[in-house]
């Protein structure tokens, strides 16, 4: 299973404004559902992930949970026209109500 995310913030390990132990890059996202959340960037796409990009997060189950890694990188129109099609969707489920402000759902769990 993926979700599709914005990129709010890149936090990555040559940013000055960024103390860390390895050499990981992590991003926090704005969610396709409004869930706000950082998950992992893979190693491959550190270097080019940008603030505003739209992202695929990979939730396949593993032993120890999801994996809630970002594995692809979406720009221009793909990007443009995918986050509009997950936008509108979470429009009809809020409209139908099954979404509910007060109790987002969790992602992991």
């Known amino acids: ?6 990129v709010l913030e890149v ?7 960024i103390v860390g132990f390895d050499n990981t890059v992590q991003a926090m996202l704005d969610m ?4 706000l959340i950082t998950v ?3 190693s491959h796409l550190g270097k080019s992930l940008k603030k ?17 890694v970002v594995v692809k ?15 509108e969707q979470f429009e009809k489920m809020r409209t139908k109500g099954t979404v509910k ?4 759902q969790s992602y992991v769990g």
């Open 52 to 68: 505003d990009d739209v992202v695929l997060v990979d939730y396949t189950n593993t032993q120890t949970g999801p994996r809630m």
């Open 101 to 104: 402000n007060v109790n987002k």
């Open 1 to 6: 299973m993926y979700h599709i995310g914005r």
């Open 11 to 17: 936090f990555a390990a040559d940013d000055k404004s």
């Open 32 to 35: 396709w559902d409004e869930n």
């Open 40 to 42: 992992g960037v893979d």
């Open 73 to 87: 990188v979406l720009r221009g129109e793909l990007a443009k026209r995918s986050w509009k099609q997950y936008k």
